[in-house]
């Protein structure tokens, strides 16, 4: 691989990155800047994606690294890190995601987040897996002690086309909250659904998408909708560069809260195989 594909690839992904996001923001609604664009359906539906994406190596260890700052009358700081690992035997495929967030405002810690998520899935036929899953989120300064989740879904992966790889998921869970603010704890069951779609834009550089919706069953009025937009340029087979802009929507906020947090950061991207 020259340095001068390389080089191009990377400035593909620049190019073409600012377009994507335009188009995205200008078909939403206006934005509120708040403290974490990282949900309950954003974590499910990346969990989907990696336990129903077509994998050819028996396992694989993808590590990112995102940030962004700014220094003037108000300095802020904004890192998120993620691990994703993935176990395939064949039928049976393991997988475990663990995310880390934490954001400063003038020196001052503004919000700290961590959660893990471990699934197991089976495979039935060439395109669908069962897939259990079991997350746990921790965000106090978020409103939000914990919360976890135990669920189930099944992940529809069509056989790719072209450039396009896309998988759809549906399935339900319980799931159990408990509040900072003082708020009765939350108990209720959850609806889950979304897609997730990859775009191969050139030899080395990959578009993900991510949409999902997670829906209080037990009350039925409160919704969750998380979606992503990242583009990744590989610079070699473990190193590569990464933009990422992340919407989280939760119609019934912790008292104090806003309804809608995003998120846009750059960073690198590290990723293993086994053979």
């Known amino acids: 691989m020259s340095c001068r594909s390389v080089c191009a690839d990377v400035v593909r992904s620049v190019?073409?990155?600012?377009?994507?996001?335009?188009?995205?923001?200008?078909?939403?609604?206006?934005?509120?800047?708040?403290?974490?664009?990282?949900?309950?359906?954003?974590?499910v539906g990346t969990v989907a994606r990696a336990m129903g994406a077509v994998e050819k190596d028996p396992w694989s260890v993808n590590a990112a690294l995102t940030g962004s700052a700014s220094r003037g009358n108000t300095d802020t700081t904004n890192l998120r890190g993620t691990v994703i690992y993935v176990r395939d035997s064949g039928v049976w495929r393991f997988g475990s995601y663990l995310s880390g967030a934490l954001d400063t405002k003038n020196g001052q810690r503004a919000n700290e987040r961590a959660g893990l998520n471990l699934a197991l899935a089976r495979r039935y036929g060439d395109a669908f897996r069962l897939v259990g899953i079991e997350e746990i989120v921790r965000a106090p300064l978020d409103g939000?002690?914990?919360?976890?989740?135990?669920?189930?879904?099944?992940?529809?992966?069509?056989?790719?086309?072209?450039?396009?790889?896309?998988?759809f998921y549906l399935g339900a869970g319980w799931a159990n909250e408990k509040y900072t603010t003082g708020e009765p704890n939350g108990n209720y069951g959850a609806g889950l659904?979304?897609?997730s779609l990859a775009v191969a834009i050139a030899e080395k550089s990959t578009l993900n998408l991510v949409a999902s919706y997670t829906r209080d069953l037990d009350v039925g009025r409160n919704y969750k909708i998380g979606s992503s937009i990242s583009l990744k340029a590989s610079i070699n087979s473990v190193l590569?560069?990464?933009?990422?802009?992340?919407?989280?929507?939760?119609?019934?906020?912790?008292?104090?809260?806003?309804?809608?947090?995003?998120?846009?950061?750059?960073?690198?991207?590290l990723g293993w195989k086994g053979r």
């Open 144 to 167: 939000l002690r914990s919360r976890n989740l135990l669920g189930g879904m099944g992940v529809w992966t069509p056989p790719r086309q072209g450039i396009f790889e896309a998988s």
């Open 15 to 43: 190019v073409l990155f600012p377009f994507l996001i335009a188009v995205t923001v200008l078909g939403l609604p206006r934005l509120a800047c708040a403290q974490s664009a990282d949900d309950v359906a954003a974590r």
């Open 240 to 269: 590569g560069m990464q933009l990422n802009y992340a919407i989280a929507y939760d119609n019934a906020p912790v008292r104090g809260k806003v309804t809608t947090n995003n998120a846009f950061g750059a960073g690198l991207t």
């Open 193 to 195: 659904t979304g897609a």
